[in-house]
């Protein structure tokens, strides 16, 4: 059984910076995809940033040059720099991971979810 537990949400003024992690355990034979997606109430799971076999990156227009994903492969976590914080971050951030359990398995994982909260 695979577990992604996240950490580092919180409460932060506009234009602050905050950094969550999120660290896969369990049953891991290796990560093929980690990302970073957002939701707020109401409205649809939007992807921020991925991050692909540790190297290879994507993010939404809204948080480039702001937003920086990253990896530590051997711990198999994910981070979120997040600078430049706005209101319009605010949102409970998902961490998932797109991993293989066996050398054939694909499946995809989802974190609990930490609350960003950005005050103008």
């Known amino acids: 059984q695979v577990q992604l537990v996240e950490s580092g949400g919180g409460l932060v003024q506009a234009g602050g910076s905050l950094r969550l992690s999120c660290a896969a355990s369990g049953s891991i034979f290796s990560v093929n995809t980690m990302a970073w997606y957002r939701q707020v109430p109401g409205k649809q799971r939007e992807l921020v940033a991925t991050?692909?076999?540790?190297?290879?990156?994507n993010y939404a227009d809204s948080v480039k040059g702001r937003f920086t994903i990253s990896s530590d492969n051997a711990k198999n976590t994910v981070y979120l720099q997040m600078n430049s914080l706005k209101p319009e971050d605010t949102a409970v951030y998902y961490c998932?991971?797109?991993?293989?359990?066996?050398?054939?398995?694909?499946?995809?994982?989802w974190g609990q979810g930490t609350q960003v909260t950005v005050s103008s």
């Open positions: 991050i692909r076999r540790g190297e290879v990156t």
């Open positions: 998932n991971a797109n991993l293989m359990i066996t050398a054939t398995v694909r499946t995809d994982y």
